[in-house]
């Protein structure tokens, strides 16, 4: 297999990245290979070829989530849960981020006698995380400060990270403090100390606004894309007449990023999502950009209890987990029976498996690859299908 010199110096360090070896236009093809093997392992379709949507190899991510260790900001070592690697940089990180980092490690350099570190063994110490995003199409960034609430210097951090909030250029400087044997990097409990919880990306050029503790597309650009290609889909497959006497729900939607960007095509768009706070920024979002519809926070088995009009045809885009749909909630979408759906998938062998079970009654009408993790193996697909006769 030809090979490429990494770019990052803690490539094999760092347990982030796992292919800068390799080519990009190589990683490339794998991931259209993976999702044109599955779907035909599954029985879904034979194809030759489909498109795949790609971008930026490098300096792509809009977040990142940095552990502390005693020189400052670090990412996991490989094959190591409780080890770390600092970094001063990363090459996958858009260049917000980097720049923010620079500022983080400096504030944490200049105040090591009164920082300190989470230790993973042993659950000890206070600082545990740096989570920071910055959009890549809107002025909007976040850096999220995760401490242990049980350290009993957790007060003189947050006087800490008070006064760093005061000098760094994020415009928003969030605290979340979270139990030691809790491992994560955002809290629903997070306040801020700088700005807001919220943040802001612009796709399609409609502005979603979302919290900095919860879900958004890491990679803007290929988000866009992947917002485009949907749309794109319904304008041109589906007449307008149809779509406008037609009802948008939006599965797993977050935020509401394919309900927005598509909802003006339709006479009513619902965005569902199990996570409260990700329905009121959607409710924000339908309201800005001057949608009519609704937003319900519940499992997305809920569907099956939506009071839908008889006369309107349904349209739906699927977002779930890298787990997939339920048993439940598939059985939910064959009993709705829409005209079509799409499934935008980060898990492609998932994807496939769940769509044997709609054989019968959909057939696949396209299929497309997104890379929004270059230098992983990861892979997004978008599938449409649609209703038979």
């Given at each position: ?79 190591h849960f409780d080890q770390l690697v600092a970094v001063d940089h990363c090459p996958i990180s858009n260049d917000r981020i980097n720049t923010l980092m620079k500022e983080v490690n400096g504030w944490f350099n200049s105040n090591k006698s009164l920082l300190e570190p989470f230790r993973r063994r042993g659950h000890a110490g206070c600082l545990k995380y740096a989570t920071i995003r910055a959009s890549e199409f809107a002025d909007s960034s976040t850096i999220t400060l995760v401490l242990n609430e ?240």
């Open positions: 297999m030809e090979k490429t010199i990494p770019v990052c110096p803690y490539f094999g360090q760092c347990g982030g990245c796992t292919a800068q070896h390799i080519p990009y236009e190589t990683q490339v093809a794998n991931k259209k290979k993976l999702v044109l093997d599955h779907l035909r392992i599954n029985g879904i379709a034979v194809l030759e070829d489909i498109p795949v949507f790609s971008d930026k190899p490098f300096h792509y991510r809009n977040r990142m989530d940095f552990a502390f260790c005693n020189d400052g900001l670090s990412l996991r070592k490989k094959g049980d350290s009993p210097q957790l007060g003189r951090h947050i006087d800490a990270i008070r006064e760093f909030s005061t000098n760094t250029t994020a415009l928003n400087v969030c605290i979340a403090s979270v139990p030691k044997t809790l491992d994560t990097s955002t809290s629903p409990d997070a306040f801020a100390v700088k700005g807001s919880l919220g943040m802001r990306e612009t796709l399609l050029g409609k502005t979603l606004s979302f919290s900095s503790q919860g879900f958004f597309q890491n990679n803007s650009t290929m988000a866009d894309k992947m917002a485009h290609h949907c749309r794109s889909i319904i304008q041109e497959r589906y007449a307008e007449n149809q779509t406008k006497n037609s009802i948008l729900i939006d599965l797993y939607g977050g935020a509401g990023t394919f309900g927005i960007t598509s909802g003006d095509l339709f006479e009513k768009t619902i965005i569902i999502d199990n996570e409260g706070p990700n329905i009121e920024w959607a409710k924000h979002n339908l309201k800005a950009n001057k949608l009519d519809g609704e937003a319900i926070a519940g499992d997305a088995s809920l569907l099956g209890k939506l009071p839908l009009p008889s006369d309107k045809e349904t349209f739906l885009v699927i977002d779930p987990p890298r787990s997939g749909m339920s048993p439940k909630v598939i059985n939910h979408i064959l009993a709705l029976n829409p005209k079509a759906f799409l499934y935008v998938s980060c898990n492609p062998i998932q994807m496939a498996r769940e769509l044997r079970q709609f054989m019968k009654r959909y057939g696949l009408a396209s299929a497309a690859a997104f890379d929004l993790f270059p230098q992983t193996p990861h892979v997004e697909a978008v599938v449409e299908m649609r209703r038979k006769g």
